[in-house]
């Protein structure tokens, strides 16, 4: 899959741990989802971060990616 999107994040503007935060951190969860929600390229981000287990990606967190992850797959 290709991240040519990545380029355009907003996340590049800021460093990579707050997107990363230790799951008891909910301030920083929705600092990293506020930066997400104006995001041009968030829903290429969220598309990349379905495969992924760790972090905030495309404003949603690993839980949040799970849950869309069964949804998707009851709809299949």
């Known amino acids: 899959m290709a991240v040519e999107w990545i380029d355009r994040a907003r996340c590049r ?3 990579t741990e707050l997107f990363f935060p230790e799951a008891s951190d909910p301030v920083t969860v929705l600092r990293a989802k506020r930066i997400c929600g104006s995001c041009e390229v ?11 287990t760790h972090g905030i990606w495309g404003g949603t967190t690993e839980a949040e990616r799970r849950q869309i992850r069964k949804r998707q797959k009851v709809s299949a």
Request: proline residues 0%.
């Open 13 to 15: 503007e800021v460093g």
């Open 42 to 52: 968030q829903a290429e981000c969220l598309q990349y971060g379905l495969r992924e």
